[in-house]
Structure formats: structure tokens, C-alpha cells
């Protein structure tokens, strides 16, 4: 019997087929365009044509965040690989499962500077969770089974399989996902039982507790997030999720205290502080969460369940520290849970409920919307509104809209809320926007932006309107880089160097010239008209919103600071002053 | 929180590492180490294991607990990672390293030299009328008192494997 041969192109289809892979963003160029050519002939993966590879980048984020499968780009050799970087390393710092398939230059021209070579191995050795090179078309099918092994087991991340053109050309074997041989590449999924059995009797024995979720807990499937909310309504404790995992909890239920953090609530950031157990469910301990690590929530007993054993005691020391998939742990917690049946510290839980509400009264998110410059934070409560009852999916850009976005929209389910945590990547939202209509198209998706991240890839408005994506862009424009307007404010007396943006282009022409529905709202009295004919007006719409520029996002706990130092807004200021004004009179 | 002197006091560690010997491998090693600050006091690479394709990488550190654990950690999240020993904690371990150390003289120093040479058991892998090429194998202290012994006597090149090391007793990696 004959062995079958398949060109290198065929075996990349067949591969991304057998792993259930239905949609690839990609770039043409010189050397990928045999595995184009073979693209044309097929009709079982549909590639959508972005304008440029990071937003290819980004779009694979948004589709495999909102899905929970890993996302595609394709992208050529040189350039087009080196515009992948930003999204890689994007990929790398939030943990999403991406295959990064790039051209690469014919194997005996590499290292000659030939035309649209780069090294793009070792450019992107420290951008992805491993790349590869591929050196003989024989060796294709398993690499590309095994990249996305390690993309999908253990911390999620990207991969890059490097393609020289003589690779695409040849011919080989075609080798299916199940006769690959699994690397030596374990990562430990179950953890280990006593710890988990201490770690249940800590949490139990807890009088002020906080369960703590992460981006870990998306990561680990719906499944881990339903766990979740079953354990925190079981115990009835206090539950704070991360940035990156808002919608692991579902935000309305009264048990939710808001995100913690650097612009987290003041009830999540006190709780955190003053709590005597932290029960830390798949969250890294960012220093964006964590603030002044010496001072950070001085009295309790830590638990971290975390699948990367790097992450345990590395910038927080832990009393228990468990090495598993978050989903697994919560299913033994859950079972462990069953068979104790712990009788919880009930008289000194309802006292630590009664100071959270007296932390909730402060009530950190008030701002003053007047009665004539809109208030960012009104527009996004006003959206919210809008997007009640419906199965809506967020993306945001990078700066304060980001932080109002995490604040003030709600969200029940995970995998709803699609934003550039760890590495704060402006240009992220509207790509991310694109994949993820793609992936759902009947949903409705809001990209809530500002006009500088916007500015970083808004050719994609075009890949959106050419592919007939209904996705809504909420420009909340307030004519300058706020997040670094307000820094300057608060750290660099008020100096506003470079950050500037009025006198931009015209955003309604802009979104017009792209093919979107485009509408202007300056007023307060017209920000739920406007955001709700954004919603309904079919096809995409771009509603750009003129807002406060002077706004700063509060609560704020100021760099190195601890999270008892964190300062209130300025109507809080107002209040307490009036109240001394009161207490006077 | 880590107060006690113990945790933050520097140390040096060994670690031996077991990795796929595939293209870039190394790199992906020494990236982790400067991409994340550590330091790099030695390190050796060669295959050792042509059958299943393994090299191993001796990496000589140093970094307080907390650092050192993070370096065992985020080696061993490397892919083509497949084993990781502190030669330094896991228990005791044999460490040598290799030196080749070249001597120029006549007379009364070519004398002293050989002498030297004879009390380290260095070998004489190369000699003229008026060089000497010793091969020395040690621990990195021996090597470092011999180097320093035979400085005087005309040194003018030394090359230096750096270490490798391995567990002592019957079990393996």
C-alpha cells in the first residue's frame, strides 16, 4: 500500500480541519501564496481578509475569548510576521489559546536577507508559549497536531509555526490529531488532594472571606464559572473577579463586591485588604490587583489555585498553593465540600456582610452627570441598560473607557467580555470586535473605544463592513488620551504633555468613508436615543460620543500604594465636605 | 510576607536541565534567564542522549529562594523542558569543570610550571620550546587556585568549559 502524499499547503487545511477549525484571519504575501492558492479550491475553512496582521492578531483573540477555542492568523513571511508581534505577546500576557501560521522565505535562502525575511523564530521566541520551524513537509501534520496541543493544554497561549515556501510546495504525509504522538508536555491538571482538603477547611473556618476569581476560571471552560457561582451562593462569601475575568461571577448577583484593584471598587479593594481568608481562584496577583505587594491584605491566609506552577509565590506569598485546572479543583472543592458539610462561622460572617455594605454605602462609583457635558460613566450605565436582557459581548480598547467599561457594564456569563488585560494593548478592541461577531454572528457586540486606541487599528471598521458584521462602536471621544491626561493631572501637576487629541478627523466622515451607519451625540438628554438607535439600526454603527475630557476614573489606588490608601473621586470629596459642613451647622 | 534573612539572602544554585535538542532551544533558555533578570554565572549545553535526542544545560545561578524557585518554575513551563534538578537543594552532586590554560617561559619557569602542573595533576596536552598547553579538571575552585598559581609563571590564554554537574548516589535525573 502507498503511502498518500499531500502538498505542504493541503496538509495545513486538512490539519486546521481536523481540528475543528472553521475560520482563519489572514494576510496574503509572496511566500504564502500556494496555501492561498489552495484556500481558493476550498470551502471548508472561510478566511477572512483583515487590513492588517495585528488586527488578524486580535480578531483570533476576540473569536477564541468569546468561544473558548483557539484562534487563527495567517500571515506572510518578514513583515507580515513581525506586524504579528504586539498580538502575540498580547495573547502570551492574557493566556488565550491562539496558532500563529506565518510564511517564511524558500529553507535555502533563510539567513540570506532575502526579500521579506526576518527571523521570525527568534523575533517571536519570547512573544508566544513555543514556536516552531518547520524543516520538512514530512514533519508539518504533526507540528501543527502538536501546536495546538500546547496552545489549548495547560496556561492557554499562542503558538507560531514558522512556513517556508518550499515547506507549502512540498509534499508529505498526512499524519490525523489522534496518531500524533503526545509530546512530553504534561501539564498537571488535577490537584493534589490534601491541599485541597486544607484549603476547604481554611475557607471554611473563615470569619471576613473572599473568594478571588481570575482569568483562570474563563480559561477553564463555562463549566468552571458555573462551579464558581455555586460555591460562592453555597457559602454566601463575598466574590471579587479580576479584569480578565468579569462575567466568571455574574454581576448582578448581590454576593459580587466589583472588580479589585488599582480602579476596583472600594468595597472589593477594603475586603480584599481586611480580609482573613483569600481564597484565590485563578487569578495571578497582578500587580495592578495587588498594588504595594508589602502591604497587601496583611492579615489573611492565602489559598491559590493556579494551572501554572510559576505563578504560585511569585509576587504574592500563599499558605496553600494548589497546582491544577481551575475546573478540576472546583469540582473537588464542590465534592469535598458535599461529603464535610462544614458548618461556616455564620454570626461572624453576617457582621463581615454588614461592614461591606458600610463600604458599598460610600457608594465609589458616583459621579455627577450635569446638564450638559455627558459623563462617560452615564453613557456606559445607559448602555448597560440597553444591553439588559440581551446575550451581549463587550470589547474595549485600552485606557479609561476600559476601566468605565469594567465598572459600570455588568455581566453574567463568561466569555462576554473581551479586553487587553495584561498587556494594555490600545488597538486592541475594534479587531477583537470583528472576531468575535464572527464567531457570533447573531449576538449583538459593542466595541466600546476611545479616538486614540481607534486611531491604532481602525482599518478593520473596513474588514467589518466588507464581511456585512453588525458590530456597534461606541467612541466615547473626549478629544484626548484621558488615561495619561489624568495621570498627568494627578502625578505631574497637571501637565499636559502630549495628549492631545483635538482637531482629529472628522469620525462620523471617517465611519461613513468605512461603510458603517454613523450617528453624533453631544448632549446628555440624547445619550439613550443615541445609544439605543445604535443598537437597533441593523448592520454596523459607529456612534460617536462627545464626552467629559476632564473626567478621571475613581476609585483610584495610586501606584505602590496599599489598598486602604485608595482615594475616592472628587464627589466624594463634595460629600464629605458637605457632611462636615452639616455636622457644623 | 518574607522577612527572614533566609529568603532573601543570594545564593548560588545549580540546576541541571533536561531539554529536547532541537533548533533553539538554547536561546529559549538563556532568553528566560535575560528577559527576566537572572543571572547566568555559568552554563554548559551539549547532547547527551542521541537516541531520545536530549541535551542537557548546566546553569550555574544565584538569586534569593523566592528567585531561585521562580527560575525552576518558568524552565520547567518551557516546552521542550523536560526535567529540572537544583543540584543544589535535591541533594548532594558532583561539580567539574575543565580548563585548558596556556604558558609561556623557558628556563626556571618552565620548572616552577610543570611543578604546578604535577601538584594539580594537570596534564600537558600541548608543549613548544617555549609554551605548554595544560589540560586541568576540577572543581571551579581548584581550576581558579591553579589559574592563580601559574599566573606568574607566563599565563597568556585560558579557555573554560564551565561547569557541568550531576547527582551523586544511584538514581537518575
Given at each position: 500500500?502507498?503511502?498518500h502524499?499531500?502538498?505542504?499547503?493541503?496538509?495545513?487545511?486538512?490539519?486546521?480541519?481536523?481540528?475543528?477549525?472553521?475560520?482563519?484571519?489572514g494576510?496574503?504575501?509572496?511566500?504564502?501564496?500556494p496555501?492561498?492558492?489552495?484556500?481558493?479550491?476550498?470551502?471548508?475553512?472561510?478566511?477572512?481578509?483583515v487590513?492588517?496582521?495585528?488586527?488578524?492578531?486580535?480578531?483570533?483573540?476576540?473569536?477564541?475569548?468569546?468561544?473558548?477555542?483557539?484562534?487563527?492568523?495567517?500571515?506572510?513571511?518578514?513583515?507580515?510576521?513581525?506586524?504579528?508581534?504586539t498580538?502575540?505577546?498580547?495573547?502570551?500576557?492574557?493566556?488565550?489559546?491562539?496558532?500563529?501560521?506565518?510564511?517564511?522565505?524558500?529553507s535555502?535562502?533563510?539567513?540570506?536577507?532575502?526579500?521579506?525575511?526576518?527571523?521570525t523564530?527568534?523575533?517571536?521566541?519570547?512573544?508566544?508559549?513555543?514556536?516552531?520551524?518547520?524543516?520538512?513537509?514530512?514533519?508539518?501534520?504533526?507540528?501543527?497536531?502538536?501546536?495546538?496541543?500546547?496552545?489549548?493544554?495547560g496556561?492557554?497561549?499562542?503558538?507560531?509555526?514558522?512556513?517556508?515556501?518550499?515547506?507549502?510546495?512540498?509534499?508529505?504525509?498526512?499524519?490525523?490529531?489522534?496518531?500524533?504522538?503526545?509530546?512530553?508536555?504534561?501539564?498537571?491538571?488535577?490537584?493534589?488532594?490534601?491541599?485541597?482538603?486544607?484549603?476547604?477547611?481554611?475557607?471554611?473556618?473563615?470569619?471576613?472571606?473572599?473568594?478571588?476569581?481570575?482569568?483562570?476560571?474563563?480559561n477553564?471552560?463555562?463549566?468552571?464559572?458555573?462551579?464558581?457561582?455555586?460555591?460562592?451562593?453555597?457559602?454566601?462569601?463575598?466574590?471579587?473577579?479580576?479584569l480578565?475575568?468579569?462575567?466568571?461571577?455574574?454581576?448582578?448577583?448581590?454576593?459580587?463586591?466589583?472588580?479589585?484593584?488599582?480602579?476596583?471598587?472600594?468595597?472589593?479593594?477594603?475586603?480584599?485588604?481586611?480580609?482573613?481568608?483569600?481564597?484565590?481562584?485563578?487569578?495571578?496577583?497582578?500587580?495592578?490587583?495587588?498594588?504595594?505587594?508589602?502591604?497587601?491584605?496583611?492579615?489573611?491566609?492565602k489559598?491559590?489555585?493556579?494551572i501554572?506552577?510559576?505563578?504560585?509565590?511569585?509576587?504574592?506569598?500563599?499558605?496553600i498553593?494548589?497546582?491544577?485546572?481551575?475546573a478540576?479543583?472546583?469540582?473537588d472543592?464542590?465534592?469535598?465540600?458535599?461529603?464535610?458539610?462544614?458548618?461556616?462561622?455564620?454570626?461572624?460572617?453576617?457582621?463581615?456582610?454588614?461592614?461591606?455594605?458600610?463600604?458599598?454605602?460610600?457608594?465609589?462609583?458616583?459621579?455627577?452627570?450635569?446638564?450638559?457635558?455627558?459623563?462617560?460613566?452615564?453613557?456606559?450605565?445607559?448602555?448597560k441598560?440597553?444591553?439588559?436582557?440581551?446575550?451581549?459581548?463587550v470589547?474595549?480598547?485600552?485606557?479609561?473607557h476600559?476601566?468605565?467599561?469594567?465598572?459600570?457594564?455588568?455581566?453574567?456569563?463568561?466569555?462576554?467580555?473581551?479586553?487587553?488585560?495584561?498587556?494594555?494593548?490600545?488597538?486592541?478592541?475594534?479587531?477583537?470586535?470583528?472576531?468575535v461577531?464572527?464567531?457570533?454572528?447573531?449576538?449583538?457586540?459593542?466595541?466600546?473605544?476611545?479616538?486614540?486606541?481607534?486611531?491604532?487599528?481602525?482599518?478593520?471598521?473596513?474588514?467589518?463592513?466588507?464581511n456585512?458584521?453588525?458590530?456597534?462602536?461606541?467612541n466615547?471621544?473626549?478629544?484626548?488620551?484621558?488615561?495619561?491626561?489624568?495621570?498627568?493631572?494627578?502625578?505631574?501637576?497637571?501637565?499636559?504633555?502630549?495628549?492631545?487629541?483635538?482637531?482629529?478627523?472628522?469620525?462620523?466622515?471617517?465611519?461613513?468613508a468605512?461603510?458603517?451607519?454613523?450617528?453624533q451625540?453631544?448632549?446628555?438628554?440624547?445619550?439613550?436615543?443615541?445609544?439605543?438607535?445604535?443598537?437597533?439600526?441593523?448592520?454596523?454603527?459607529?456612534?460617536?460620543?462627545?464626552?467629559?475630557?476632564?473626567?478621571?476614573?475613581?476609585?483610584?489606588?495610586?501606584s505602590?500604594?496599599?489598598h486602604?490608601?485608595?482615594?475616592?473621586?472628587?464627589?466624594h470629596?463634595m460629600?464629605?465636605?458637605?457632611?462636615?459642613?452639616?455636622?457644623?451647622? | 510576607?518574607?522577612?527572614?534573612?533566609?529568603?532573601?539572602?543570594?545564593?548560588?544554585?545549580?540546576?541541571?536541565?533536561?531539554?529536547d535538542?532541537?533548533?533553539?532551544?538554547?536561546?529559549?533558555?538563556?532568553?528566560?534567564?535575560?528577559?527576566?533578570?537572572?543571572?547566568?554565572d555559568?552554563?554548559?549545553?551539549?547532547?547527551?542522549?542521541p537516541?531520545?535526542?536530549?541535551?542537557?544545560?548546566?546553569?550555574?545561578?544565584?538569586?534569593?529562594?523566592?528567585?531561585?524557585?521562580?527560575?525552576r518554575?518558568?524552565?520547567?513551563?518551557?516546552?521542550?523542558?523536560?526535567?529540572?534538578?537544583?543540584?543544589?537543594?535535591?541533594?548532594?552532586?558532583?561539580?567539574?569543570?575543565?580548563?585548558?590554560?596556556?604558558?609561556?617561559?623557558?628556563?626556571?619557569?618552565?620548572?616552577?610550571?610543570?611543578?604546578?602542573?604535577?601538584?594539580?595533576?594537570?596534564?600537558?596536552?600541548?608543549?613548544?620550546?617555549?609554551?605548554?598547553?595544560?589540560?586541568?579538571?576540577?572543581?571551579?575552585?581548584?581550576?581558579?587556585?591553579?589559574?592563580?598559581?601559574?599566573?606568574?609563571?607566563?599565563?597568556?590564554?585560558?579557555?573554560?568549559?564551565?561547569?557541568?554537574?550531576?547527582?551523586?548516589g544511584?538514581?537518575e535525573?
Amino acid at each position: 500500500m502507498t503511502e498518500h502524499r499531500y502538498t505542504g499547503g493541503d496538509i495545513i487545511l486538512k490539519a486546521l480541519t481536523d481540528q475543528d477549525v472553521d475560520v482563519v484571519f489572514g494576510y496574503p504575501g509572496g511566500v504564502t501564496l500556494p496555501l492561498y492558492d489552495r484556500i481558493y479550491q476550498q470551502n471548508k475553512i472561510r478566511h477572512i481578509l483583515v487590513g492588517h496582521e495585528q488586527g488578524g492578531v486580535h480578531a483570533a483573540e476576540g473569536y477564541a475569548r468569546s468561544t473558548g477555542r483557539p484562534g487563527i492568523v495567517l500571515a506572510t513571511s518578514g513583515p507580515g510576521a513581525t506586524n504579528t508581534v504586539t498580538g502575540l505577546v498580547d495573547a502570551m500576557m492574557d493566556s488565550i489559546p491562539l496558532i500563529c501560521l506565518t510564511g517564511q522565505v524558500v529553507s535555502n535562502l533563510i539567513g540570506n536577507d532575502a526579500f521579506q525575511e526576518a527571523d521570525t523564530t527568534g523575533i517571536t521566541r519570547a512573544a508566544t508559549k513555543h514556536n516552531y520551524l518547520v524543516r520538512s513537509t514530512d514533519d508539518l501534520a504533526r507540528v501543527m497536531h502538536e501546536a495546538f496541543y500546547v496552545a489549548t493544554h495547560g496556561r492557554p497561549g499562542p503558538v507560531l509555526i514558522d512556513l517556508p515556501k518550499d515547506i507549502i510546495l512540498g509534499e508529505g504525509q498526512y499524519i490525523a490529531p489522534e496518531d500524533v504522538k503526545p509530546r512530553n508536555y504534561n501539564p498537571k491538571i488535577k490537584g493534589e488532594q490534601e491541599k485541597i482538603e486544607a484549603a476547604v477547611d481554611l475557607l471554611a473556618s473563615a470569619k471576613k472571606p473572599i473568594i478571588y476569581v481570575g482569568g483562570g476560571v474563563v480559561n477553564a471552560g463555562p463549566e468552571a464559572s458555573h462551579m464558581v457561582t455555586q460555591l460562592v451562593r453555597m457559602t454566601g462569601f463575598p466574590c471579587t473577579t479580576t479584569l480578565m475575568a468579569l462575567g466568571a461571577f455574574p454581576a448582578s448577583d448581590p454576593l459580587f463586591i466589583g472588580m479589585p484593584g488599582m480602579h476596583g471598587t472600594y468595597e472589593a479593594n477594603m475586603v480584599m485588604h481586611d480580609c482573613d481568608v483569600m481564597f484565590n481562584i485563578g487569578a495571578r496577583f497582578d500587580d495592578r490587583v495587588t498594588g504595594k505587594v508589602d502591604a497587601f491584605s496583611p492579615d489573611s491566609k492565602k489559598v491559590h489555585i493556579d494551572i501554572d506552577p510559576s505563578s504560585l509565590n511569585k509576587n504574592v506569598s500563599v499558605d496553600i498553593g494548589i497546582i491544577g485546572d481551575a475546573a478540576s479543583v472546583l469540582e473537588d472543592i464542590l465534592a469535598i465540600w458535599d461529603k464535610k458539610q462544614p458548618v461556616i462561622e455564620s454570626a461572624a460572617l453576617k457582621g463581615w456582610w454588614k461592614q461591606i455594605d458600610e463600604w458599598r454605602g460610600v457608594n465609589c462609583l458616583a459621579y455627577d452627570q450635569g446638564p450638559k457635558i455627558i459623563k462617560p460613566q452615564f453613557a456606559l450605565e445607559t448602555l448597560k441598560n440597553a444591553l439588559a436582557g440581551t446575550d451581549y459581548y463587550v470589547t474595549t480598547d485600552v485606557g479609561q473607557h476600559q476601566m468605565w467599561s469594567a465598572q459600570f457594564l455588568h455581566f453574567d456569563e463568561p466569555n462576554r467580555w473581551m479586553t487587553s488585560g495584561g498587556l494594555g494593548t490600545m488597538g486592541y478592541g475594534v479587531p477583537a470586535a470583528l472576531g468575535v461577531q464572527v464567531a457570533h454572528p447573531d449576538s449583538p457586540v459593542v466595541c466600546v473605544t476611545s479616538e486614540g486606541s481607534l486611531m491604532m487599528n481602525i482599518q478593520e471598521m473596513n474588514t467589518i463592513s466588507k464581511n456585512g458584521l453588525p458590530v456597534k462602536i461606541l467612541n466615547l471621544n473626549n478629544q484626548i488620551l484621558g488615561m495619561i491626561r489624568q495621570w498627568q493631572e494627578l502625578f505631574h501637576d497637571n501637565h499636559e504633555s502630549e495628549c492631545d487629541l483635538s482637531g482629529g478627523p472628522d469620525f462620523i466622515k471617517l465611519a461613513e468613508a468605512f461603510g458603517f451607519s454613523a450617528l453624533q451625540i453631544n448632549h446628555p438628554a440624547d445619550v439613550e436615543t443615541g445609544i439605543r438607535h445604535m443598537l437597533e439600526t441593523p448592520g454596523p454603527v459607529f456612534l460617536n460620543m462627545a464626552v467629559d475630557r476632564n473626567e478621571c476614573v475613581f476609585p483610584m489606588i495610586p501606584s505602590g500604594a496599599a489598598h486602604n490608601e485608595i482615594v475616592l473621586g472628587p464627589n466624594h470629596e463634595m460629600k464629605t465636605m458637605d457632611d462636615k459642613a452639616n455636622v457644623m451647622a | 510576607m518574607n522577612e527572614t534573612g533566609t529568603q532573601n539572602e543570594t545564593r548560588s544554585h545549580t540546576f541541571s536541565v533536561l531539554v529536547d535538542n532541537e533548533t533553539g532551544v538554547l536561546h529559549r533558555v538563556v532568553g528566560l534567564f535575560s528577559g527576566r533578570g537572572y543571572n547566568i554565572d555559568s552554563l554548559t549545553v551539549s547532547e547527551v542522549d542521541p537516541v531520545s535526542g536530549y541535551s542537557k544545560i548546566t546553569i550555574v545561578t544565584s538569586g534569593s529562594e523566592s528567585v531561585i524557585n521562580q527560575i525552576r518554575e518558568q524552565l520547567r513551563r518551557l516546552v521542550p523542558v523536560q526535567k529540572v534538578s537544583d543540584l543544589t537543594t535535591d541533594g548532594r552532586s558532583v561539580q567539574r569543570e575543565l580548563a585548558l590554560v596556556k604558558v609561556n617561559g623557558t628556563g626556571e619557569d618552565r620548572v616552577d610550571a610543570m611543578a604546578i602542573g604535577d601538584k594539580f595533576q594537570a596534564q600537558i596536552v600541548d608543549s613548544t620550546t617555549e609554551s605548554f598547553v595544560f589540560e586541568i579538571v576540577g572543581s571551579s575552585d581548584t581550576v581558579d587556585r591553579f589559574i592563580s598559581e601559574i599566573m606568574p609563571l607566563g599565563l597568556v590564554d585560558v579557555s573554560r568549559t564551565g561547569i557541568v554537574a550531576i547527582a551523586r548516589g544511584a538514581e537518575e535525573m
